[in-house]
């Protein structure tokens, strides 16, 4: 049977963690309950329409039906899928139905939006070509996070697993 528990809940079983704030841990807790995109309609044309993030407004990568922010590292909660790939799980909560239930979390969502915000350091590759060609994937779940050394930009967080990314000291 699976267990959910509230907010608070969730709050008092960390609060003698010192790795989340009790803000963080909170905010952790309703990503992952997820907010919907909002639709913008393209001047030129649907090929211009775009998507952004129903928490912070940041643009949602087109092409790719993204299950999290890679801004706030909200759940991105779609109403079906968007893109015809071959794209796996696109989102947690509609592959994972006991995840949420009457605006609870299980406790294994919840404690994965907890680890989430914690946060990994990304995995570095060397280009075969150059720099121009290095990459970085996700160590939680192995997706290329596009980074810029052309754009001068790097996620906040993993849009496939919504972990959050640890840009400082890759060394």
């Given at each position: 049977m699976i267990e959910f528990?509230?907010?608070d809940e969730h709050l008092k079983n960390h609060e003698n963690d010192k790795r989340l704030s009790k803000a963080r841990a909170?905010?952790?807790y309703k990503a992952e309950i997820g907010v919907k995109p909002k639709y913008h309609e393209g001047k030129y044309g649907s090929q211009h329409d775009i998507y952004t993030c129903g928490s912070c407004g940041s643009t949602i990568m087109m092409g790719v039906v993204a299950n999290y922010c890679e801004s706030c590292g909200y759940n991105i909660f779609w109403d079906s899928p968007r893109?015809?790939?071959d794209y796996h799980g696109y989102n947690s909560l509609l592959n994972n139905p006991g995840c949420l239930n009457g605006g609870k979390l299980s406790k294994a969502c919840a404690e994965k939006s907890y680890k989430a915000e914690?946060?990994?350091k990304p995995k570095f590759h060397k280009g075969k070509y150059g720099t121009k060609y290095d990459s970085y994937t996700c160590r939680n779940c192995g997706s290329t996070i596009i980074t810029g050394r052309v754009t001068n930009y790097?996620?906040?967080y993993c849009c496939n697993c919504g972990y959050k990314i640890l840009w400082d000291n890759l060394g």
């Amino acid at each position: 049977m699976i267990e959910f528990i509230s907010l608070d809940e969730h709050l008092k079983n960390h609060e003698n963690d010192k790795r989340l704030s009790k803000a963080r841990a909170e905010k952790a807790y309703k990503a992952e309950i997820g907010v919907k995109p909002k639709y913008h309609e393209g001047k030129y044309g649907s090929q211009h329409d775009i998507y952004t993030c129903g928490s912070c407004g940041s643009t949602i990568m087109m092409g790719v039906v993204a299950n999290y922010c890679e801004s706030c590292g909200y759940n991105i909660f779609w109403d079906s899928p968007r893109c015809l790939t071959d794209y796996h799980g696109y989102n947690s909560l509609l592959n994972n139905p006991g995840c949420l239930n009457g605006g609870k979390l299980s406790k294994a969502c919840a404690e994965k939006s907890y680890k989430a915000e914690i946060g990994v350091k990304p995995k570095f590759h060397k280009g075969k070509y150059g720099t121009k060609y290095d990459s970085y994937t996700c160590r939680n779940c192995g997706s290329t996070i596009i980074t810029g050394r052309v754009t001068n930009y790097c996620h906040n967080y993993c849009c496939n697993c919504g972990y959050k990314i640890l840009w400082d000291n890759l060394g």
